[in-house]
């Protein structure tokens, strides 16, 4: 009797950088699979990725301008779960962390697993790593916040300005899943206007963007917070609001640490 062979799917990161950031259990589920799905940068990166493997499926086709998003990601996750269902071992592919600001891989591998099937995620290196790396920003020391610029803007957060502050997809901000590629001065007004809540006008902001070729740099401008409806913002960019105010010491707590013999931070 002839066994019917198991589908299975591996949802994996590029990572950021072209060719830099790939890890080898990466690389080693986009050679070993039947069938690899790709949801990338742009037409270079898709184009590296076909280097490694015979059978790569776009799913930039998926997209489309006034389509909402949600049921882009439906229909992604969709392509992969056929071939999943066939039997097929499938790889999705997909630009930074496949986990970050990637609706598709989590409903696949969600839906997989729902199924029966053996799925998994396998990390890349994400743009905010490259943040880090790239602002020399250590989050551990006065703790970062991240956000969606569209969800910090539909709905009321409790921000603490001692903190990083760091809205991803800021080229997107103010979509309400219609399907936009981008954002207009009108609604970075709003996102101004909503950010002036917590801080001054003048303070400064830096929009940033990591690299994805090897050859060029990260975008890293700084520009006052008044500015930002004017600035030329892609989806790509990030905007990354440093503290406005010193971190907060708590006396009391401080205190009953003391009495248990411990030293207080400075």
């Known amino acids: 009797m002839t066994q019917t062979r198991q589908g299975t799917l591996a949802c994996v990161g590029l990572g950021i950088t072209l060719g830099s950031h790939l890890t080898p259990l990466a690389r080693s589920h986009i050679a070993s699979a039947d069938v690899v799905f790709a949801g990338v940068s742009d037409g270079v990166v898709e184009a590296w990725v076909r280097r490694m493997h015979h059978d790569v499926r776009s799913l930039q086709g998926f997209y489309a301008e006034g389509k909402p998003r949600g049921e882009t990601y439906r229909e992604m996750a969709d392509a992969m779960l056929a071939e999943v269902r066939l039997g097929q071992k499938v790889c999705g592919v997909f630009y930074g962390h496949p986990g970050v600001f990637a609706q598709a891989p989590h409903d696949a591998i969600a839906r997989a697993r729902a199924e029966g099937f053996t799925a998994i995620m396998e990390?890349?290196?994400?743009?905010?790593?490259?943040?880090?790396?790239?602002?020399?920003?250590?989050?551990?020391?006065?703790?970062?916040?991240?956000?969606?610029?569209?969800?910090?803007?539909?709905?009321?957060?409790?921000?603490?300005?001692?903190?990083?502050?760091?809205?991803?997809?800021?080229?997107?901000?103010?979509?309400?899943?219609?399907?936009?590629?981008?954002?207009?001065?009108?609604?970075?007004?709003?996102?101004?206007?909503?950010?002036?809540?917590?801080?001054?006008?003048?303070?400064?902001?830096?929009?940033?963007?990591?690299?994805?070729?090897?050859?060029?740099?990260?975008?890293?401008?700084?520009?006052?917070?008044?500015?930002?409806?004017?600035a030329a913002i892609g989806m790509a960019d990030t905007l990354v609001v440093p503290p406005c105010r010193r971190l907060a010491p708590d006396p009391a707590i401080r205190a009953r640490l003391a009495a248990l013999g411990m030293p207080s931070p400075t």
């Not at 602002?135 to 921000?159: E, K, N, S, W, Y």
């Open 123 to 230: 990390p890349g290196v994400s743009s905010e790593d490259c943040l880090y790396a790239d602002l020399g920003l250590d989050p551990g020391r006065v703790g970062c916040m991240h956000l969606g610029a569209t969800q910090f803007m539909l709905f009321r957060r409790t921000i603490d300005t001692s903190a990083w502050l760091v809205l991803w997809q800021v080229g997107l901000a103010g979509d309400l899943g219609e399907g936009r590629f981008d954002t207009d001065p009108e609604r970075l007004a709003i996102l101004t206007d909503v950010l002036r809540r917590d801080y001054p006008a003048d303070h400064g902001v830096i929009v940033y963007q990591a690299p994805t070729l090897p050859f060029e740099a990260a975008r890293m401008e700084h520009i006052l917070l008044s500015a930002l409806p004017g």
